[in-house]
């Protein structure tokens, strides 16, 4: 059973930045693409950024672009998500989710099964 663990939320002011981490434990995570989700007050859980196994590739959110950067350790069994230039609307809570290979859908979004999140608030 895999178990993923997110932390480094916060308040900040728009402009400032967060670093979020995701740990794994019960099985690596170098098995999966990873991605990052978010949920806001109201609103779907969104995909805001992804990594393959190999961290080559990544895909982000338009919203997000050139503002995030997601980045993996496998040696660590972690994921993160670099936050610059937060706004207002980036206010949510985060979730990480993993793809298992040769799938085309994340499994905790599938299963509507998630973590604990962190939660990022961006005052304006």
């Known amino acids: 059973q895999v178990q993923l663990v997110e932390s480094g939320g916060g308040s900040v002011t728009a402009g400032g930045s967060l670093r979020l981490s995701c740990a794994a434990s019960?099985?690596?995570?170098?098995?999966?693409?990873m991605g990052w989700f978010r949920q806001a007050p109201g609103k779907e859980h969104e995909l805001v950024a992804a990594?393959?196994?190999?961290?080559?590739?990544?895909h982000y959110a338009d919203s997000v672009k050139g503002r995030f950067t997601i980045s993996r350790d496998n040696a660590k069994n972690t994921v993160y998500l670099q936050m610059n230039s937060l706004k207002p609307e980036d206010t949510a809570v985060y979730y990480c989710?993993?793809?298992?290979?040769?799938?085309?859908?994340?499994?905790?979004?599938?299963?509507?099964?998630w973590g604990q999140g962190t939660q990022v608030t961006v005052a304006s």
């Open positions: 989710a993993r793809k298992p290979i040769g799938s085309n859908s994340f499994v905790e979004a599938e299963q509507n099964s």
């Open positions: 019960g099985r690596s995570l170098s098995l999966y693409t």
């Open positions: 990594i393959d196994r190999s961290a080559r590739n990544t």
